[in-house]
């Protein structure tokens, strides 16, 4: 019996030490596994990075950039991304971190090419601004949030810009029907060889929108099969309302969220438009205007943009914050918003901005 006994012992513990064996042999063939997985994945980065970061000079279509005063490494990344000359600013900065020493960046107008690498950009940028583009006598700023009308303000000729973008052809180019191309001239500074006409500077302001809205289009799968009016719209009214780059997705949220909910969208930039007294306080008789474009007194969206929104409004507009805010108000600082989901959350949110401006209004009427 004894005997017996022993033999089992010794046998379960030869099977003990197999099952032993197997699980090890498995575990190490796992590890095998996951490490070459991981080389796997980290080539793959590697190429990525190297593929954006150097290529072969290859100079594709001339993009004139302007670098302003005290702009960070990140800040100019964003502007070679959004000119569509790399697909994401990180890999300019990457291609900073790659550099021995700090390079030198001076503020100017760069013409840049499409198809260069984030080192080949940043090597003609430590070249300094462009000489054919310093050389240059015209350049027209067109900031972003302006309407027709106001930017025609900035032109040589304001009827001829104004009218120009009334034009049949250009309208018809974008495929959408419009009277008009307001909302749908790019913000931007255009560097001429000598005085635009009307027409002219309309024309570079409409393919400069027809490009960033091709890259956004790739950038964000799906937007072709949107309405372009409807979302340059709403991205004209981000642009209108929202003073800070973070805000943007979040005002853009609330208005898909009100129009959702059938909610007039409530917006004095509307009115403003509608007015023409940008910048202006609405008051409560401007709410009972009977125009389209008074979004207190109808629903849904006005009947076209009210100004030409930059590149961050449209990919707002494109792709807003998954938020759920229906309502915001301004704070004291005149910047910032207070975003809330509720009604009651809104009107506190009211009544604590009057409170926290109440000393400011106190202290202008003192003055007057």
């Given at each position: 019996?004894?005997?017996?006994?022993?033999?089992?012992?010794?046998?379960?513990?030869?099977?003990?030490?197999?099952?032993?064996?197997?699980?090890?042999?498995?575990?190490?063939?796992?590890?095998?596994?996951?490490?070459?997985?991981?080389?796997?994945?980290?080539?793959?980065?590697?190429?990525?990075?190297?593929?954006?970061?150097?290529?072969?000079?290859?100079?594709?279509?001339?993009?004139?950039?302007?670098?302003?005063?005290?702009?960070?490494?990140?800040?100019?990344?964003?502007?070679?991304?959004?000119?569509?000359?790399?697909?994401?600013?990180?890999?300019?900065?990457?291609?900073?971190?790659?550099?021995?020493?700090?390079?030198?960046?001076?503020?100017?107008?760069?013409?840049?090419?499409?198809?260069?690498?984030?080192?080949?950009?940043?090597?003609?940028?430590?070249?300094?601004?462009?000489?054919?583009?310093?050389?240059?006598?015209?350049?027209?700023?067109?900031?972003?949030?302006?309407?027709?009308?106001?930017?025609?303000?900035?032109?040589?000729?304001?009827?001829?810009?104004?009218?120009?973008?009334?034009?049949p052809q250009l309208i018809a180019s974008l495929g959408v029907i419009v009277p008009s191309l307001e909302g749908f001239l790019m913000p931007n500074t255009y560097f001429f060889d000598e005085a635009p006409d009307g027409l002219t500077l309309v024309t570079r302001m409409v393919?400069?929108?027809?490009?960033?809205?091709?890259?956004?289009?790739?950038?964000?799968?799906?937007?072709?099969?949107?309405?372009?009016?409807?979302?340059?719209?709403?991205?004209?009214?981000?642009?209108?309302?929202?003073?800070?780059?973070?805000?943007?997705?979040?005002?853009?949220?609330?208005?898909?969220?009100?129009?959702?909910?059938?909610?007039?969208?409530?917006?004095?930039?509307?009115?403003?438009?509608?007015?023409?007294?940008?910048?202006?306080?609405?008051?409560?008789?401007?709410?009972?205007?009977?125009?389209?474009?008074?979004?207190?007194?109808?629903?849904?969206?006005?009947?076209?943009?009210?100004?030409?929104?930059?590149?961050?409004?449209?990919?707002?507009?494109?792709?807003?914050?998954?938020?759920?805010?229906?309502?915001?108000?301004?704070?004291?600082?005149?910047?910032?918003?207070?975003?809330?989901?509720?009604?009651?959350?809104?009107?506190?949110?009211?009544?604590?901005?009057?409170?926290?401006?109440?000393?400011?209004?106190?202290?202008?009427?003192?003055?007057?």
């Amino acid at each position: 019996m004894d005997k017996i006994q022993n033999g089992q012992t010794e046998e379960a513990q030869k099977g003990d030490g197999g099952r032993f064996l197997h699980l090890l042999a498995f575990t190490a063939l796992w590890a095998i596994v996951l490490v070459l997985a991981a080389l796997i994945t980290i080539a793959a980065g590697a190429f990525l990075v190297y593929n954006h970061t150097v290529r072969n000079g290859v100079r594709g279509g001339e993009v004139v950039v302007e670098v302003l005063p005290g702009m960070t490494a990140k800040e100019i990344g964003v502007l070679l991304q959004d000119s569509g000359l790399l697909e994401h600013e990180g890999f300019f900065r990457l291609a900073l971190y790659l550099e021995k020493e700090p390079p030198s960046i001076r503020h100017g107008a760069y013409a840049l090419y499409e198809g260069l690498s984030a080192r080949e950009l940043l090597a003609l940028l430590q070249e300094g601004p462009s000489r054919h583009l310093l050389a240059n006598q015209f350049r027209v700023t067109i900031p972003e949030g302006l309407s027709v009308a106001q930017a025609s303000a900035i032109c040589a000729n304001p009827e001829a810009f104004v009218q120009a973008a009334g034009n049949p052809q250009l309208i018809a180019s974008l495929g959408v029907i419009v009277p008009s191309l307001e909302g749908f001239l790019m913000p931007n500074t255009y560097f001429f060889d000598e005085a635009p006409d009307g027409l002219t500077l309309v024309t570079r302001m409409v393919d400069q929108f027809r490009k960033e809205w091709d890259a956004l289009a790739k950038a964000f799968p799906g937007t072709e099969g949107r309405d372009k009016k409807e979302i340059v719209t709403i991205a004209s009214l981000v642009e209108r309302e929202a003073k800070t780059e973070e805000e943007r997705p979040l005002v853009a949220a609330v208005i898909y969220n009100r129009l959702a909910r059938q909610m007039p969208l409530q917006m004095d930039s509307t009115l403003q438009f509608a007015l023409n007294k940008y910048g202006q306080r609405m008051l409560n008789e401007d709410r009972e205007v009977a125009s389209p474009y008074n979004t207190y007194k109808y629903r849904g969206l006005p009947p076209g943009p009210i100004c030409s929104p930059g590149i961050s409004s449209l990919r707002a507009a494109i792709n807003p914050a998954k938020e759920n805010y229906l309502y915001f108000v301004s704070n004291a600082d005149g910047t910032t918003h207070t975003f809330s989901r509720t009604l009651a959350e809104h009107n506190q949110a009211v009544s604590r901005f009057r409170r926290e401006i109440a000393p400011q209004r106190q202290t202008l009427q003192g003055q007057e």
